[in-house]
């Protein structure tokens, strides 16, 4: 079957590989034996060394050609033995998983490290689930499920069975509000959304001014400023009734995924957008999507993990099927929350329009969770190399495909930003993601369940965990997203950085750890 077309793209590179490696060793003449190759020759037939032809001399051009081979060599050998099933993405992303797993190992030498390590191991690597086939083990009592009752799952509802029907109507006598939302300090709320576009802003205060309405008030001024209520003809009441609908299902007793997150998460993407290296780049309706994702991308959260939901067999877990339960439940609401006809925004949006909206966002906040971060994070670098290898600075984004993964990437980035705002905002966020990680070890401890990696009370490293985290997390995102945009995100970076070596400062140390560095310092010392 020599003579078999072959049509598959792949299979033609590798043909097509193949031909120029034979014609290049005819052309250069290298005798088979003077190059390290790094795979047996592919040359069939007799040898080319009779051809009579013109013998270079020169040995730069000997080794030249000698290294070129080489490289053509270790080529096809990556080539061959990539299994023809899986992505380029696969690929990027099973070395980064096996280069983190190296790394953690040396990390989780100490039980701070260990528990460490296993936080970031189970929250932000999509492991496969082990599947016990024999059957052999015996059976465990159940454990207890997080809320009582089974409810018919038909129904989109809330968090304990909160309707979701929209809780607000915009008084139209007085008009809509400048900035979204009713506040006796209007002023100084407008002073401090003028800095809307700029990385830092201060969510918090904004939040104080906004009478405690941070989301509604950041959405709507990101949503005029760009223009979108014009572009897409969004009647303004719809907009801030379905922003205060949305922020009335952000749970408030929630320390950390509530509306004042969602708030900075939607400010950050928004100067994310703004970056000179994607000036042009995505359309409006992309650019209203990319925020509006933001908006709703944590609604209704109940301040617990995926897997707790999952080892509790949780309703939501049951519904989702153990896949991005959250997730999931998030765009359920939000899009439940848009049949509302008062809540509405893209009534005027042609029917293609919707259809892209709806898929964008679906991808978009999808990409937000957490155990997706090597797959993005592999997405990303590989976009950033390729670009670089193909000697081009330019971002052409000219398909559905490249554009998303930009966009999501861009949406986790910016739920993984608070480490690079500044130091105040930062450790205000800190403590509240380490109180609610606190409050779901109370109820893992009450229920005799094994209490998740960083969730014990009583037995917490913040400021190593801090450490951990951006060194193997947020730091090689970052890192990937600034190459993409450069030099747009360095002040980003740099802050990040300032703020890693401020917790690495702030790490007690035992008694017991300092005698081992000192002890680690001697010897090197001594072998130099």
């Known amino acids: 079957h020599g003579d078999d077309l072959i049509v598959t793209p792949f299979a033609q590179i590798l043909a097509s590989l193949r031909s120029v490696r034979n014609n290049y060793i005819s052309l250069t003449n290298l005798p088979q034996n003077s190059h390290r190759s790094r795979r047996p020759s592919l040359v069939s037939g007799p040898s080319f060394n009779h051809l ?65 390590s296993e936080y970031i191991c189970s929250t932000f690597l999509d492991k496969d689930q082990e599947v016990d ?8 009592e159940a454990p207890k499920e997080a809320e009582e009752g089974s409810r018919v799952m038909s129904i989109i509802t809330g968090v304990n069975n909160k309707s979701l029907d929209h809780t607000n109507s915009v008084m139209l006598t ?27 802003l201060d969510i918090f205060k904004v939040s104080d001014l906004s009478n405690h309405r941070p989301l509604t008030a950041v959405t709507y001024t990101i949503f005029r400023d760009r223009d979108l209520l014009k572009i897409f003809k969004i009647p303004s009441e719809k907009l801030v009734s379905l922003l205060l609908t949305l922020e009335d299902h952000y749970l408030k007793d929630v320390p950390y995924h509530n509306s004042i997150h969602a708030a900075d998460v939607t400010l950050s993407i928004n100067t994310l957008l703004n970056s000179n290296a994607l000036e042009s780049v995505f359309t409006p309706l992309e650019v209203m999507t990319a925020i509006f994702s933001a ?24 519904m989702y099927n153990d896949e991005s339960v959250l997730e999931n439940h998030h765009l359920a609401v939000a899009f439940k929350l848009l049949q509302n006809q008062d809540c509405d925004i893209f009534v005027n949006l042609n029917k293609k329009q919707k259809q892209t909206l709806r898929k964008m966002v679906i991808d978009m906040v999808l990409a937000t969770d957490m155990s997706k971060h090597m797959s993005l994070l592999a997405d ?15 971002l052409l984004l000219d398909n559905y495909t490249d554009r998303i993964q930009v966009l999501q990437n861009m949406v986790h980035c910016a739920d993984l930003s608070n480490p690079t705002k500044p130091l105040d905002l930062y450790r205000q966020w800190c403590d509240r993601i380490m109180e609610e990680f606190f409050q779901q070890g109370d109820r893992e401890r009450e229920a005799g369940l094994d209490i998740s990696p960083m969730c014990d009370r009583h037995n917490a490293t913040v400021e190593k965990s801090q450490v ?27 802050a990040l950085e300032d703020n890693r070596d401020w917790y690495q400062s702030q790490i007690p140390v035992s008694p017991a750890s300092s005698s081992i560095d000192l002890k680690e310092d001697d010897e090197s010392n001594n072998e130099e």
């Open 174 to 200: 007085s008009g809509v509000p400048r900035y979204g939302v009713h506040t006796k300090t209007e002023e100084e709320l407008g002073q401090c959304l003028e800095r809307v576009d700029q990385w830092g």
């Open 133 to 140: 086939v024999r059957g052999e083990h015996p059976v465990e």
């Open 295 to 318: 908006a709703i991308h944590d609604v209704d959260h109940p301040g617990l993990t995926n897997q707790y939901l999952i080892n509790t067999s949780s309703e939501l877990a049951l």
């Open 52 to 116: 009579s032809r013109i013998e270079p001399t020169d040995e730069n051009y000997v080794r030249r050609a000698g290294e070129t081979l080489e490289e053509l060599d270790w080529c096809l050998d990556q080539l061959e033995t990539i299994q023809t099933h899986r992505s380029v993405s696969d690929m990027a992303s099973s070395k980064f998983k096996r280069m983190l797993n190296k790394e953690l190992s040396h990390f989780s030498e100490s039980k701070s490290g260990n528990q460490i």
């Open 380 to 394: 990303l670098k590989t976009m950033v190399e390729t670009k670089k290898v193909a000697g081009s600075g330019v």
């Open 468 to 494: 951990g985290f951006i060194d193997y997390i947020v730091h090689p995102l970052w890192e990937t997203w600034a190459d993409l945009v450069h030099p747009d995100a360095q002040d980003i970076l740099d």
